[in-house]
Nanobody, 118 residues
Framework: QVQLVESGGGLVQAGGSLRLSCAAS????????MGWYRQGPGNQRDWVATINSRGTTNYADSVKGRFTISRDNAKNTMYLQMDALRPEDTSVYYC????????????WGQGTQVTVSS
């Protein structure tokens, strides 16, 4: 089992920055891929970015060039640096992980609110 806890959300003005963190515990060494998703009011949960165990990253077009995903394997923590924030980035941001042990499974954090004011 893997447990994920997000932190770092909050209120920021448009153009500002925030850094989200996701701390993994449990069988964190079995995690193959980690990522961030977001869900606005009345919307589906959308993919934002992923990073694998080798550090390969991928981003949704809507955040490419503004957000940076990173991972500190020694601290079992993933980050999302969000710069040049826009009001449309307002959402609950969720940490996601795919673990391989004891059986392949996916895990979600509880979510952290990010609000960008215009």
């Amino acid at each position: 089992q893997v447990q994920l806890v997000e932190s770092g959300g909050g209120l920021v003005q448009a153009g500002g920055s925030l850094r989200l963190s996701c701390a993994a515990s449990g069988l964190s060494s079995s995690i193959a891929v980690m990522g961030w998703y977001r869900q606005g009011p009345g919307n589906q949960r959308d993919w934002v970015a992923t990073i694998n165990s080798r550090g390969t990253t991928n981003y949704a077009d809507s955040v490419k060039g503004r957000f940076t995903i990173s991972r500190d394997n020694a601290k079992n923590t993933m980050y999302l640096q969000m710069d040049a924030l826009r009001p449309e980035d307002t959402s609950v941001y969720y940490c996601h992980a795919v673990g391989l042990l004891p059986t392949p499974n996916e895990y979600w954090g509880q979510g952290t609110q990010v609000t960008v004011s215009s």
